[in-house]
T-cell receptor, first 117, second 114 residues
């Protein structure tokens, strides 16, 4: 079984400050990890993913995430937050590919990020 | 490039009425397709997925059903809607070409059952 935890329902940060949205996972096997962002009444937008290689992954809109195998974490970060970053963020995980797999993702419960002007 | 469409964008239906939501993908072949429901703007619940035409797997027992009549078309249906079917329905696709493909989501359908 695979699971994802986003321990914070809400994160508030001042504009210009660094932001972190936390994610921890549990999976049997090598994890494939994803971050998505959702604006109100919109679909999820892909931000970045970790499959293998460098533990620091860079994605869209200046976001990055660090894969930490020992802590089973994949926290989303940005050096300087913008008001426009305010949205709902989802972490997701799945086990590495096997032939014929439906490749289902398991999503966390989401973290609402509010960037204050 | 690939595009995913969902319609309608919003829908208000009375309890007991039928439902049909449609999702189509352009620019790819033989995708995996997924239906999710999001209640109260939070967690995503996987409802159905499909790895090919006519192949549907259900994740949660409910009064909804799904069909895939064509390679890039995925339909979510109900014969009689319940109040609890209200929510935001999202369709997603992923390619079959590589093992690391990302799921890409459509714009969603907001369903309100009254």
């Amino acid at each position: 079984a695979q699971s994802v935890a986003q321990p914070e329902d809400q994160v508030n940060v001042a504009e210009g400050n660094p932001l972190t949205v936390k994610c921890t996972y549990s999976v049997s096997g090598n994890p494939y990890l994803f971050w998505y962002v959702q604006y109100p009444n919109r679909g999820l937008q892909f931000l970045l993913k970790y499959i293998t290689g460098d533990n620091l992954v860079k994605g869209s809109y200046g976001f990055e995430a660090e894969f930490n195998k020992s802590q089973t974490s994949f926290h989303l970060k940005k050096p300087s937050a913008l008001v426009s970053d305010s949205a709902l963020y989802f972490c997701a995980v799945r086990v590495g590919f096997s032939s014929g797999s439906a490749r289902q993702l398991t999503f966390g419960s989401g973290t609402q990020l509010t960037v204050l002007p | 490039s690939q595009t995913i469409h969902q319609w309608p964008a919003t829908l208000v239906q009375p309890v007991g009425s039928p439902l049909s939501l449609e999702c189509t993908v352009e620019g790819t072949s033989n995708p995996n397709l997924y239906w999710y429901r999001q209640a109260a703007g939070r967690g995503l619940q996987l409802l159905f997925y499909s790895v090919g035409i006519g192949q549907i797997s259900s994740e949660v027992p409910q009064n909804l059903s799904a069909s895939r009549p064509q390679d890039r078309q995925f339909i979510l249906s109900s014969k009689k809607l319940l109040l609890s079917d209200s929510g935001f329905y999202l369709c997603a696709w992923t390619g079959r070409a590589t093992s690391t493909d990302t799921q890409y989501f459509g714009p969603g359908t907001r369903l309100t059952v009254l």
